[in-house]
């Protein structure tokens, strides 16, 4: 496994791969690895010839009161998890190579990057979108592999996508979770042992909803009711939204048909958890 530091050697590394023929398959990623990369990883492996793995903690899409300073980088123990599953290319580029002094240009995606946690988190899809356009520019790949956890980053990620024309096909791999339900989450690193327990109303609240739309509820506003008496038991945790939403466009729908996105975020401590279903799927 290669680790390259700056864009230039990340591009004669990915070229080198192509004249071989090979196709080229990119999980990007902002390090302190788990599982739900791994998989990302794995369905990288196993579609693609070579695959090349970014670990950036990208500070455009962090907003000025959040957890940039203190997100968690584990080098070393991403380093060990990617060559262990036989990642080929490692990109780690500082801030600096990213964003070169004086950047000024970002990718804005209009409309779609205002819902979910774009509302919550003015910028931050913003940041997203920039940095995702840089990646997929430097590596170049076949196919690019992001989680479902992060619904409203894969809706605009390949929205973006498709509008600036990047030959790329985006494919979204579904939500690991733990035994008790918690979707993974490198901010789960952050919660105490309290916290961790009732980390859960998150999933707990989307199951009391699937399960209410697998009994024939559709109506969005008593499906989000139903979350919300998930939520009412485990007063420590804040909701930040409940929603139901078109998976593609992110716009609220009024009524859910099989598909549609229940998307929540919730604070936990002072740690913002998000996590979704697909309903009925
Ligand atoms: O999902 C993430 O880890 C990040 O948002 C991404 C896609 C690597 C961009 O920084």
Do not use: W
């Amino acid at each position: 496994m290669k680790i390259v530091l700056t864009v230039n050697e990340a591009r004669l590394a990915v070229r080198d791969a192509r004249q071989q023929g090979k196709t080229i398959g990119f999980v990007p990623t902002m390090g302190a690895l788990h599982e739900g990369h791994m998989s990302l990883v794995r369905a990288a492996k196993a579609g693609c010839d070579f695959v090349v793995a970014s670990i950036f903690v990208n500070p455009t899409q962090f907003g000025p009161n959040e957890d940039l300073a203190k997100y968690p980088r584990t080098f070393e123990a991403d380093r060990q998890k990617l060559e262990a599953e036989h990642v080929d290319l490692v990109f780690a580029p500082t801030v600096d190579e990213m964003y070169p002094q004086g950047a000024v240009t970002f990718v804005t995606a209009e409309g779609i990057t205002d819902r979910l946690d774009g509302r919550s988190r003015p910028g931050h899809f913003r940041g997203v979108t920039t940095v995702v356009a840089k990646l997929f520019h430097i590596v170049e790949p076949d196919l690019a592999f992001f989680g479902q956890k992060d619904a409203a980053q894969a809706a605009i990620v390949r929205r973006m996508a498709r509008d600036l024309m990047f030959p790329i096909e985006i494919v979204v791999a579904p939500i690991v979770r733990e035994a008790d339900g918690l979707a993974l989450s490198s901010r789960n690193a952050y919660l105490s042992p309290a916290e961790r327990t009732q980390a859960t109303a998150l999933s707990r609240a989307l199951r009391e909803a699937q399960s209410r739309y697998r009994s024939g509820e559709i109506d969005s506003t008593r499906l989000i009711s139903a979350a919300q008496e998930v939520f009412a038991s485990e007063p420590a945790v804040r909701v930040d939204y409940i929603e139901v939403v078109d998976p593609e466009t992110l716009e609220p729908v009024a009524k859910a048909t099989s598909g549609t996105l229940l998307a929540v975020a919730a604070f936990v401590g002072s740690t913002r958890l998000i996590d979704n279903v697909l309903l009925g799927a």
